[in-house]
Nanobody
Framework: VQLQASGGGLVQPGGSLTLSCAASGIRFSMNVMEWYRQAPGKQRELVAGITGGGNTNYADSVKGRFTISRDNAKNTFYLQINSLKPEDTAVYYC?????????????WGQGTQVTVSS
């Protein structure tokens, strides 16, 4: 199983980025795909998630600025980030979760750094 995140970088406040995460080795359409982030000195937090059918959820802190989407044909999902703020600076991780009997199968990708600074 591999989740390959990309698209991070250094962006000025107010700017935009699109993160991508390409998955392999999983039944992609059956997984809930999620983006987490971890800022220095803080716990990792859930930013956004999307089911195989396209239902989405967002952390309150990012609603209206972040958009999660997926392309099941490409085994890839995305996070469009607009109106970036310095407090969005973090390592962003992709995560796959599939409910199974008795629990869930979960997988993490490596992170991609997003730095918001002027």
């Amino acid at each position: 199983v591999q989740l390959q995140a990309s698209g991070g970088g250094l962006v000025q406040p107010g700017g935009s980025l699109t993160l991508s995460c390409a998955a392999s080795g999983i039944r992609f359409s059956m997984n809930v795909m999620e983006w987490y982030r971890q800022a220095p000195g803080k716990q990792r937090e859930l930013v956004a998630g999307i089911t195989g059918g396209g239902n989405t959820n967002y952390a309150d802190s990012v609603k209206g600025r972040f958009t999660i989407s997926r392309d099941n044909a490409k085994n890839t999902f995305y996070l469009q980030i607009n109106s970036l703020k310095p407090e969005d600076t973090a390592v962003y991780y992709c995560h796959a979760r599939r409910p199974v009997a008795g629990g869930s199968l979960t997988y993490w990708g490596q992170g991609t750094q997003v730095t918001v600074s002027s």
